[in-house]
């Protein structure tokens, strides 16, 4: 027991979760329900979660000069995407008539704790608003099941592979000397998922859910990032505060930019959503009038 | 002259205050809304006009008497918790400059166009606050605050390029948030690279100043003792990020439909402001790298791929007659010369560095000018019930001043003499073919007269395009007019006149005259602050 608790076996359980990070990130990129995509991701929240948290024993036990506190609050992000992140994305799907803000946000934190509220909540308003939750819940997953483009890209089978070993290679080969082997692990699966939510962001077969999810992607690639790469105490401190900057940032988009965007386009579907952007690069035909 | 340092800091402190007051004042407005509904409009207007003619001068100030170094280390601590390091030279005074003088053109912008009624408050308050975020990128010292003010921007400037709150501008603000968002992870990255560099450097400092080993200044000094492999990839990585900000190809999508669905006022702050200031971003770390290596060859050959590459994208966007929307071409315009700033600062030496900073001023002001100019035109063109910009011809009919104005400013835009585009350019010509005679290029010769006759071509097809277009908006008769009288009429009806009231073109006509004005010579005192800004970069 006291080997598993060594720094040099937490460090393999380390580097194994790290490697399920990639795993999720695959998962996230080739599944083709946006459900799934969205279960995949809070899947890497938790394994991402449980990394830093991991990465915080270890630097305590090794006796390095870090502040502990620091990386538990890092791992503090990835947990509130966890639980925010489907009914964010619930939200944001579900086209409806304006209600008021009040309203929508109790809705909105009753899905967020649902379990809880299922389990110990007797209170009636809470409870109608979980119902409410679980309509507009069903209502979405109506909306991801009609998208019509498959997400299944067939040329990710090539690219899958190729975005991993230019990760690897890069961290390896740009690591500094003094960096250990968890740390260039670390920074290859950063730059991997940076790499991965970068291509799920640009896939045109994608909705604008699965693209939001790409990006989040990113947002685990720096949380991990900061983690393995910025572990010394002064500094770290206006790093977390960075990170923390950027999830706000994250958060308003999926809480007003992606909602309003839903409102007005009407669909999901990023093609469709090209197909009837009035964005396009001109252009005013006039050969409809000169036809006439 | 210069002014002591301590009433430099309080001048930059007073300017930092200004627009966030204003942001209080907004605030107060929205939770007495109510009682102020329809009042609001024009007095929170009237307010960010005074604040920013405040900081204005402020900047006036200071450029007139810059800091001939840079000042001992100031900061300011935020509600006692906070401290943050300020970085005050002659660079950020050139740069508090422009922000100031863009964000006061946009003010007395504001000021001429339709009151925003109800939703005053917010519109007023964001101005203000993205105006305070641009002012603080200009004067952080600390490279991880500098990302983070940086950011500041990207997400108060979203919320006013989807202002109009249609499809378009949803569209405009989502593509504008989530590419940049994407690129500014680099940025981060790149900062964290150097971080971890740094770390090395810990022990030059005392426990209690340690959160110094990530500020500009102190980098700058010691960075000769990092890893020069990891300044370059830092390097890399935040021409990546902060490239993308600055509207760079091929991370410059975002830039068309954010300019052009933006109202007014906000395309002429992220295109004559917005851009440059992630450019200060870059042309800071450019310095810090500079010095890491001893030499400019990487940054050089860096910025030169980059600004080239990106005065090309634009051709082709701008050449394209079929592209009718004129504000996308204006912000197609801004990768241009985004493009061709950064040109200057890869070709270095003193004059070409000079070119590109003047370039800075004179292509915020130019663009400012158009950008209001066309937003006057469309506003007028909406009373005759024409709405899409792609209707709006024969400008010079009917509103001949205005017209007279975006035709002056277009040919500025595009480098005419004796404009003050055109000196900047020349300037950064002479930068270049002066480092050549001399066999001082920071690169090899025959890359530099490569990128010289690929600026030339650019530009002249630029050139070409925008004429066209200009023609296009400003002498094609518009449909509505009758070119020849139906049977049986006596006369061709005149086309009404849309020229606005006088008072709403002074804010052009006083752009119009520093277009003009920084064309035929450069002031004393703004040269003196320029060359002091040159001095920064080059580390003298």
Redo the contacts between chains.
């Keep these: 027991m006291k080997d598993l608790l060594s720094p040099d076996s937490l460090t393999g359980i380390l580097d194994l979760l790290e490697i399920l990070l990639v795993v999720t990130a695959l998962a996230v990129t080739t599944t083709d329900a946006v459900k799934s995509v969205i279960a995949a991701y809070r899947v890497q929240s938790l394994l991402l979660a449980a990394t830093t948290a991991l990465a915080a024993v270890i630097k305590l036990l090794e006796g390095k000069q870090v502040t502990v506190s620091l990386i538990l609050l890092i791992a503090f992000l990835p947990l509130v995407l966890l639980i925010a992140i489907r009914p964010l994305l619930v939200r944001a799907t579900v086209l409806r008539q304006d209600q008021p803000r009040r309203e929508d946000i109790q809705v909105l934190l009753a899905g967020m704790f649902a379990w809880i509220v299922e389990r110990f909540s007797w209170n009636e308003p809470v409870r109608r608003r979980l119902k409410a939750y679980r309509q507009l819940e069903a209502d979405a997953e109506d909306a991801w099941r009609d998208r019509h483009a498959p997400t299944r890209s067939q040329s990710f089978l090539l690219v899958f592979p190729a975005l991993l070993l230019l990760a690897f290679l890069a961290a390896f080969s740009i690591s500094p000397p003094n960096f250990e082997r968890t740390e260039r692990i670390g920074l290859a699966v950063s730059l991997a998922l940076h790499l991965i939510g970068l291509y799920n962001m640009t896939l045109p077969q994608r909705d604008i859910i699965s693209q939001t999810v790409g990006l989040l992607l990113m947002d685990h690639g720096l949380y991990l990032a900061v983690v393995k790469i910025v572990a010394i105490p002064v500094p770290a401190t206006i790093f977390v505060l960075s990170l923390y900057f950027y999830t706000a940032i994250t958060v308003f988009i999926l809480l007003i930019l992606l909602p309003q965007l839903r409102q007005q386009v009407r669909s999901i579907d990023r093609a469709e959503i090209k197909r009837t952007s009035p964005l396009v690069d001109a252009y005013k035909v006039k050969s409809d009038d000169a036809s006439q | 002259m210069t002014l002591p340092n301590d009433v430099i800091v309080k001048l930059i402190l007073a300017d930092l205050a200004s627009p966030l007051i204003v942001v209080l004042f907004a605030v107060g407005a929205y939770l007495f809304r109510p009682r102020s509904r329809g009042r609001a409009a024009r007095w929170l207007d009237w307010l960010t006009f005074a604040a920013s003619l405040l900081c204005l001068l402020i900047a006036a100030a200071l450029a007139w008497a810059p800091p001939a170094q840079e000042i001992p280390p100031a900061s300011i601590s935020i509600l006692g918790v906070v401290k943050v390091d300020l970085l005050i030279d002659a660079l950020s005074v050139y740069f508090i400059l422009l922000v100031n003088l863009v964000a006061f053109a946009a003010s007395c912008a504001v000021l001429t166009s339709p009151p925003e009624a109800e939703r005053a408050h917010l519109f007023d308050g964001l101005v203000n606050l993205f105006h305070f975020t641009m002012l603080l990128v200009a004067v952080v010292n600390?490279l991880?605050?500098l990302?983070?003010a940086i950011?500041?921007t990207?997400?108060v400037s979203?919320l006013l390029v989807?202002w109009r709150g249609?499809?378009?501008a949803?569209?405009?603000?989502?593509?504008y948030?989530?590419v940049t968002?994407?690129g500014?992870?680099f940025a981060?990255?790149g900062t964290?690279?150097l971080?971890?560099?740094?770390?090395d450097l810990?022990n030059l400092l005392p426990a209690t100043e340690?959160?110094q080993?990530?500020n500009f200044t102190f980098l700058r000094d010691h960075i000769t003792r990092l890893?020069p492999?990891?300044v370059r990839?830092s390097f890399l990585f935040v021409v990546v990020g902060y490239g993308t900000k600055a509207g760079f190809a091929p991370m410059h999508t975002w830039l068309?439909?954010g300019h052009a669905?933006a109202p007014a006022p906000i395309s002429v702050l992220l295109s004559g402001v917005l851009l440059k200031s992630a450019l200060y971003a870059i042309l800071r770390f450019a310095t810090l790298t500079n010095t890491a290596l001893g030499n400019s060859q990487f940054t050089s050959a860096v910025l030169l791929a980059v600004g080239i590459f990106s005065l090309v994208a634009a051709t082709p966007?701008i050449l394209?007659e079929?592209?009718?929307?004129f504000k996308?071409v204006l912000a197609y315009h801004s990768l241009e010369h985004m493009g061709i700033i950064t040109f200057g600062v890869a070709i270095g030496g003193d004059l070409a560095l000079f070119g590109a900073l003047l370039h800075t001023l004179n292509h915020a002001v130019t663009k400012s000018l158009m950008f209001l100019s066309f937003a006057k035109v469309m506003e007028r063109f909406k009373s005759i019930k024409v709405f899409?910009q792609?209707?709006i011809t024969g400008v010079f009919k009917r509103m001949p001043v205005t017209g007279g104005i975006l035709a002056v400013g277009g040919l500025a835009l595009v480098g005419t003499p004796p404009f003050n585009i055109f000196l900047s350019e020349f300037v950064i010509l002479s930068g270049a073919f002066k480092n050549l005679k001399a066999g001082a290029t920071n690169l090899p010769a025959w890359l530099v007269v490569m990128a010289i006759v690929v600026f030339m071509i650019s530009t002249t097809l630029i050139f070409y395009g925008l004429v066209r277009h200009l023609a296009r908006l400003l002498l094609m008769p518009h449909e509505r007019e009758e070119t020849r009288p139906a049977v049986g009429a006596t006369a061709i009806s005149a086309p009404v006149r849309l020229e606005p009231r006088p008072r709403e073109l002074v804010p052009l006509m006083g752009l119009l005259v520093l277009v003009v004005a920084l064309g035929v010579s450069i002031w004393q005192p703004l040269a003196r602050l320029i060359q002091l800004s040159v001095q920064t970069l080059m580390l003298r």
């Design positions: 600390n991880v605050v990302w983070i950011e500041a990207t997400l979203t989807s249609d499809r378009a949803w569209e405009a603000a989502w593509k948030l989530l968002s994407t500014i992870i981060l990255l964290m690279f971080a971890n560099a740094a770390k810990l340690q959160d080993v990530m890893s492999d990891f990839l068309p439909d669905e966007f394209n079929k592209n009718t929307r996308r899409e792609a209707d």
